[in-house]
């Protein structure tokens, strides 16, 4: 199924003009337009660890930096660790830690078993014994956490510099307000592009050029550089490697901050958390989808997949193609919703039509933005989306089809009639159309490849499909009496094979 | 909710500096990236030539990577800063910001310079950046907190050279090339190579005998094994220290950026060198850069026209192939995030998509002295 479905032998054309199967699609009900991936607007809907399934509110998994307290990832192979639990006997502890049913009395010779827990890998074999992290007695939390060791360098310098973009802007206020001539210190440091020295170091707010009559807000050492580097060991020169020892590039970067050399300094790694996506029309701001909160489950609160809308093209055979002959191929049609649908095959815009279909929504769009930006009243978030713009469809036509002469009909899908056989005899079926059943139409078309194709040249023919929706959801009630028929286009690639002579 | 949030609780910027082979990603305000990952945008050159329309979507689609599998943060209305090299072309630097703005609505973006912001690691003025990078090394000297854009000096002398090196030298030695990808050249590079001494070196230029260090079986998946002799191992890293006439090695580069600042710099400059970028990682290379340096400064051509004694290194508060981006974090936590001129808000971008632009690739290449 997965196969059958992922091979791109048809795809549509969403609205964006990017190409894709239509299982990959979405619908928006609200625009009554396909949507993709590419020009959905993405969004981070819940925090989740995939290894405890534990659901952690985005505000937590900020300050936990998006990484499971509990879980950790294996620095060797990046697999997920397990916790192995280990019995030993230790002797029984004088008053305080006990705690259990013991013997006051006789406690000094007794031995009890106690659990104690060390992380293995069940990929790689590596343990946290390897690196010399002792067993601890909980499963969970109490893993010593890894310091870094530039940490307070850093907080220094953040700091420092914090105060020193703040202490120049009011230098920068005070100095705009007396309106002196600044003189630079540096003049014969000018480059070609006009800028004197100091003049990019200006603009990026680091100047401090100004007479400093304000003391520097903090002070710090700044590094000090030294001559003294770190000769090669003597020993490289004739010790043998032992690539065990080593890490590999990739467990290196794995732990960025430390980016250990030695296998010694491994540190299980905390898992990052995973997160569920919500994806939204970027045109009306409705979701086309939204999981479920819960991370074990896999279902969705909204979910406009293409393919519950939209009638699905499936491609059934095709006679072999012979250059500047007629080749006729089957497809199947299914109505996928619950209402009866008429289609009509139609031919796909030509390039020009496509252009100004794309200069139409340009302009919907610059009209859209224009008055946002116009009134100052609109708060920033209510702006509307910057929208990606449409491109042409990237797919060259080497195969026209020959167009049905009438629309037909393929009817709603009733799960229940799945297993009535009766044929419906009633319909007056045009030619094209072979064979009929329950939601499903199968129509016989015509191909004929265009000049100038050589063998093994890809055949690709497309159609333009227009289908009559049926918009069951909304429910407003003055719409309902209007009949919510609307008839829909989308655009149908198909490549049904090659040029065979 | 989601109001209360965007308005009144910050979010913090979003940093990433990306490499031609890894990315790095993080939030402002922190001591490390939180990963490293490598470039899903492969060489940008050949997708250029390809459409715009690629670069842009191969943008997008690892962006939404790095947003929504790592960072795991919704880039709307949010800020985000690039450090990047000022040699980058301003093709790309558009389609980021395109991709940024269009695709995924972010308020602003701030564009900061590879070799200014890695000095704000070290709290001091005046520095050698050096970066060396996978494809190319390059130093821009930063005089008084300003970018001597002018005096900046670039050779395709990185990691890429070393691993071709690897490469052509394992081939000849009959290993087959199917097996050596680029990732088992990279891990054979890591692993077991390194910087030698110069003497060493030139021992090996001039072919004298003289004892390798020991020879190494790399095992690959399957039952290969690869074989990598111990002269491989110390000679890889010469490709970035030719012996030419032309000067063209890392050493001579370094000393031309500072050549090509005002006289009274040079010194100052000399005593504060910082090596950025992951092939400063490699075992041996200050101390071999050290040794090279104070031997050219000795050179008939340097001598009388540097007049330096001595060359000092910095040692950054990371891992040189972060030190950039931890610039840019300590940057970017700051105002200047929205009060630098070079911040690009999502207003003024849509009323005219520019983005400001550092220096003219080519009139800096022309210049040679202030
Ligand atoms: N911790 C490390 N130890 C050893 N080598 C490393 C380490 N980190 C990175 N490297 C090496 O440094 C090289 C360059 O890495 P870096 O991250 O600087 O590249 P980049 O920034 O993508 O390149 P460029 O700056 O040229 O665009 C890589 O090929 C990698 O093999
Ligand atoms: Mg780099
Ligand atoms: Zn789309
Ligand atoms: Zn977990
Ligand atoms: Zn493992
Ligand atoms: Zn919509």
Redesign the interface.
């Given at each position: 199924m997965d196969f059958f479905l992922s091979k791109k032998i048809v795809e549509y054309a969403c609205l964006c003009g990017v190409l894709s199967p239509l299982t990959k699609l979405y619908f928006c009900r609200h625009c009554l337009n396909l949507r993709c991936a590419?020009c959905c607007?993405?969004?981070?809907d819940s925090?989740f660890c995939s290894n405890c399934l534990e659901n952690i509110p985005s505000s937590e998994?900020k300050l936990r930096?998006?990484k499971c307290n509990t879980c950790f990832d294996c620095p060797s192979c990046q697999a997920t660790l397990s916790a192995r639990a280990t019995s030993i006997q230790v002797p029984m502890s004088t008053k305080g830690e006990g705690g259990d049913e013991t013997d006051e009395g006789s406690a000094s010779n007794k031995m009890v078993t106690k659990k104690m827990y060390y992380l293995a890998c069940l990929a790689c074999r590596w343990t946290s014994r390897d690196v010399g992290i002792s067993d601890q007695t909980s499963q969970t939390c109490s893993w010593p956490e890894q310091e870094?060791f530039?940490?307070t360098?850093?907080?220094l310098?953040?700091e420092?510099?914090?105060a020193?973009?703040?202490c120049d802007?009011e230098e920068k206020q005070d100095y705009l307000r007396r309106k002196t001539v600044k003189t630079s210190?540096?003049p014969?440091?000018?480059?070609?592009?006009g800028?004197t020295?100091?003049s990019?170091?200006r603009?990026?707010?680091?100047?401090?050029?100004a007479p400093k009559a304000k003391p520097k807000p903090t002070n710090?050492?700044?590094?000090?550089?030294?001559?003294e580097?770190?000769?090669?060991p003597d020993e490289?020169?004739?010790?043998?490697?032992n690539?065990k020892n080593?890490?590999?590039?990739?467990q290196?970067?794995a732990q960025?901050?430390?980016?250990p050399e030695t296998v010694k300094h491994l540190y299980p790694q905390h898992k990052?958390?995973?997160?569920k996506?919500s994806l939204r029309c970027r045109h009306c701001e409705h979701n086309v989808i939204k999981p479920e909160y819960n991370p074990s489950s896999i279902k969705y609160r909204i979910q406009l997949f293409a393919s519950n809308h939209v009638p699905e093209v499936r491609f059934v055979k095709a006679d072999p193609f012979k250059i500047g002959e007629s080749a006729s191929i089957i497809l199947k049609i299914i109505n996928p919703t619950i209402n009866d649908m008429t289609i009509t095959i139609m031919d796909l815009p030509t390039e020009d039509e496509e252009k100004m279909a794309i200069e139409e929504m340009r302009k919907t769009f610059d009209k859209s933005?224009s008055i946002a930006?116009k009134s100052s009243l609109t708060p920033?978030?209510m702006r509307p989306?910057?929208?990606?713009?449409p491109?042409m469809v990237?797919c060259k036509i080497t195969g026209k089809i020959e167009l049905p002469d009438s629309s037909f009909v393929v009817n709603q899908r009733d799960d229940s009639a799945e297993f009535d056989d009766d044929i419906q005899g009633d319909r007056q079926d045009p030619r094209f159309i072979i064979w009929r059943k329950a939601n499903k139409v199968e129509i016989k078309l015509n191909v004929i490849p265009c000049d100038g194709l050589k063998k093994d040249d890809d055949i690709i023919t497309g159609f333009t499909m227009q289908f009559t929706y049926s918009n069951v959801h909304t429910s407003t009630p003055e719409k309902e009496s209007q009949g919510l028929r609307h008839a829909l286009n989308v655009r149908v690639y198909i490549n049904p094979g090659k040029i065979s002579e | 909710m989601p109001i209360f949030e965007t308005v009144f609780q910050e979010k913090p910027a979003i940093v990433l500096e990306i490499g031609s082979v890894y990315t790095k990603i993080g939030f402002c305000g922190e001591a490390h990236p939180r990963f490293i990952i490598s470039t899903e945008i492969r060489s940008i050159s050949d997708i250029l030539k390809k459409s715009y329309i690629s670069l842009y979507d191969q943008t997008a689609a690892f962006f939404t990577k790095i947003f929504f599998k790592y960072l795991l943060a919704s880039p709307k209305d949010r800020k985000v800063s690039i450090v990047e090299s000022v040699l980058t072309p301003t093709v790309i630097r558009e389609c980021i910001a395109k991709v940024l703005f269009y695709h995924f609505e972010v308020s602003s973006v701030l564009f900061l310079p590879t070799h200014l912001v890695a000095t704000a690691t070290l709290a001091v003025e005046n520095a050698v950046v050096v970066d060396l990078g996978f494809k190319e090394t390059i130093v821009i000297p930063v005089y008084s907190g300003v970018q001597v854009l002018s005096a900046w000096q670039a050779q395709p002398l990185g990691s890429e050279a070393v691993h071709d090196k690897i490469k052509a030298e394992l081939i000849l030695n009959g290993v087959k090339e199917e097996i050596l990808t680029d990732a088992v050249i990279e891990d054979i590079k890591v692993r077991t190579c390194f910087v030698t001494k110069q003497s060493r070196a030139l021992s090996f230029k001039s072919k004298e005998e003289i004892q390798p260090c020991p020879d190494l079986e790399y095992p690959v998946d399957g039952n290969d094994v690869i074989k990598v002799p111990g002269q491989l191992r110390e000679v890889a890293f010469e490709v970035l220290f030719p012996k030419d006439n032309d000067r063209l090695g890392l050493p001579y580069i370094i000393l031309d950026a500072i050549l090509n600042c005002p006289v009274d710099t040079r010194k100052v400059l000399a005593e504060n060198i910082l090596l950025i970028g992951g092939t400063a990682s490699a075992l041996g290379m200050t101390a071999r850069l050290k040794a090279e340096l104070t031997k050219l400064i000795e050179s008939d051509y340097y001598k009388n026209r540097l007049f330096i004694q001595e060359v000092k290194f910095h040692s950054a508060p990371s891992k040189p192939n972060f030190t950039a981006w931890l610039g840019g974090s300590i940057y970017s936590s700051t105002e200047l995030i929205t009060s630098s001129s070079f911040t690009v808000t999502r207003e003024n971008y849509l009323k005219n998509s520019k983005i400001p632009d550092w220096v003219n690739y080519e009139s800096a290449f022309v210049r040679t002295q202030g």
């Amino acid at each position: 199924m997965d196969f059958f479905l992922s091979k791109k032998i048809v795809e549509y054309a969403c609205l964006c003009g990017v190409l894709s199967p239509l299982t990959k699609l979405y619908f928006c009900r609200h625009c009554l337009n396909l949507r993709c991936a590419f020009c959905c607007h993405h969004e981070v809907d819940s925090h989740f660890c995939s290894n405890c399934l534990e659901n952690i509110p985005s505000s937590e998994a900020k300050l936990r930096k998006n990484k499971c307290n509990t879980c950790f990832d294996c620095p060797s192979c990046q697999a997920t660790l397990s916790a192995r639990a280990t019995s030993i006997q230790v002797p029984m502890s004088t008053k305080g830690e006990g705690g259990d049913e013991t013997d006051e009395g006789s406690a000094s010779n007794k031995m009890v078993t106690k659990k104690m827990y060390y992380l293995a890998c069940l990929a790689c074999r590596w343990t946290s014994r390897d690196v010399g992290i002792s067993d601890q007695t909980s499963q969970t939390c109490s893993w010593p956490e890894q310091e870094y060791f530039h940490s307070t360098r850093f907080q220094l310098l953040s700091e420092h510099f914090q105060a020193v973009v703040l202490c120049d802007k009011e230098e920068k206020q005070d100095y705009l307000r007396r309106k002196t001539v600044k003189t630079s210190k540096f003049p014969s440091m000018t480059d070609r592009t006009g800028l004197t020295v100091a003049s990019i170091r200006r603009q990026i707010g680091f100047d401090k050029s100004a007479p400093k009559a304000k003391p520097k807000p903090t002070n710090i050492t700044p590094s000090i550089a030294t001559s003294e580097v770190e000769d090669l060991p003597d020993e490289i020169f004739t010790k043998p490697v032992n690539l065990k020892n080593i890490t590999t590039i990739k467990q290196r970067l794995a732990q960025p901050a430390n980016q250990p050399e030695t296998v010694k300094h491994l540190y299980p790694q905390h898992k990052n958390l995973s997160i569920k996506r919500s994806l939204r029309c970027r045109h009306c701001e409705h979701n086309v989808i939204k999981p479920e909160y819960n991370p074990s489950s896999i279902k969705y609160r909204i979910q406009l997949f293409a393919s519950n809308h939209v009638p699905e093209v499936r491609f059934v055979k095709a006679d072999p193609f012979k250059i500047g002959e007629s080749a006729s191929i089957i497809l199947k049609i299914i109505n996928p919703t619950i209402n009866d649908m008429t289609i009509t095959i139609m031919d796909l815009p030509t390039e020009d039509e496509e252009k100004m279909a794309i200069e139409e929504m340009r302009k919907t769009f610059d009209k859209s933005v224009s008055i946002a930006t116009k009134s100052s009243l609109t708060p920033s978030i209510m702006r509307p989306s910057l929208i990606e713009d449409p491109r042409m469809v990237d797919c060259k036509i080497t195969g026209k089809i020959e167009l049905p002469d009438s629309s037909f009909v393929v009817n709603q899908r009733d799960d229940s009639a799945e297993f009535d056989d009766d044929i419906q005899g009633d319909r007056q079926d045009p030619r094209f159309i072979i064979w009929r059943k329950a939601n499903k139409v199968e129509i016989k078309l015509n191909v004929i490849p265009c000049d100038g194709l050589k063998k093994d040249d890809d055949i690709i023919t497309g159609f333009t499909m227009q289908f009559t929706y049926s918009n069951v959801h909304t429910s407003t009630p003055e719409k309902e009496s209007q009949g919510l028929r609307h008839a829909l286009n989308v655009r149908v690639y198909i490549n049904p094979g090659k040029i065979s002579e | 909710m989601p109001i209360f949030e965007t308005v009144f609780q910050e979010k913090p910027a979003i940093v990433l500096e990306i490499g031609s082979v890894y990315t790095k990603i993080g939030f402002c305000g922190e001591a490390h990236p939180r990963f490293i990952i490598s470039t899903e945008i492969r060489s940008i050159s050949d997708i250029l030539k390809k459409s715009y329309i690629s670069l842009y979507d191969q943008t997008a689609a690892f962006f939404t990577k790095i947003f929504f599998k790592y960072l795991l943060a919704s880039p709307k209305d949010r800020k985000v800063s690039i450090v990047e090299s000022v040699l980058t072309p301003t093709v790309i630097r558009e389609c980021i910001a395109k991709v940024l703005f269009y695709h995924f609505e972010v308020s602003s973006v701030l564009f900061l310079p590879t070799h200014l912001v890695a000095t704000a690691t070290l709290a001091v003025e005046n520095a050698v950046v050096v970066d060396l990078g996978f494809k190319e090394t390059i130093v821009i000297p930063v005089y008084s907190g300003v970018q001597v854009l002018s005096a900046w000096q670039a050779q395709p002398l990185g990691s890429e050279a070393v691993h071709d090196k690897i490469k052509a030298e394992l081939i000849l030695n009959g290993v087959k090339e199917e097996i050596l990808t680029d990732a088992v050249i990279e891990d054979i590079k890591v692993r077991t190579c390194f910087v030698t001494k110069q003497s060493r070196a030139l021992s090996f230029k001039s072919k004298e005998e003289i004892q390798p260090c020991p020879d190494l079986e790399y095992p690959v998946d399957g039952n290969d094994v690869i074989k990598v002799p111990g002269q491989l191992r110390e000679v890889a890293f010469e490709v970035l220290f030719p012996k030419d006439n032309d000067r063209l090695g890392l050493p001579y580069i370094i000393l031309d950026a500072i050549l090509n600042c005002p006289v009274d710099t040079r010194k100052v400059l000399a005593e504060n060198i910082l090596l950025i970028g992951g092939t400063a990682s490699a075992l041996g290379m200050t101390a071999r850069l050290k040794a090279e340096l104070t031997k050219l400064i000795e050179s008939d051509y340097y001598k009388n026209r540097l007049f330096i004694q001595e060359v000092k290194f910095h040692s950054a508060p990371s891992k040189p192939n972060f030190t950039a981006w931890l610039g840019g974090s300590i940057y970017s936590s700051t105002e200047l995030i929205t009060s630098s001129s070079f911040t690009v808000t999502r207003e003024n971008y849509l009323k005219n998509s520019k983005i400001p632009d550092w220096v003219n690739y080519e009139s800096a290449f022309v210049r040679t002295q202030g």
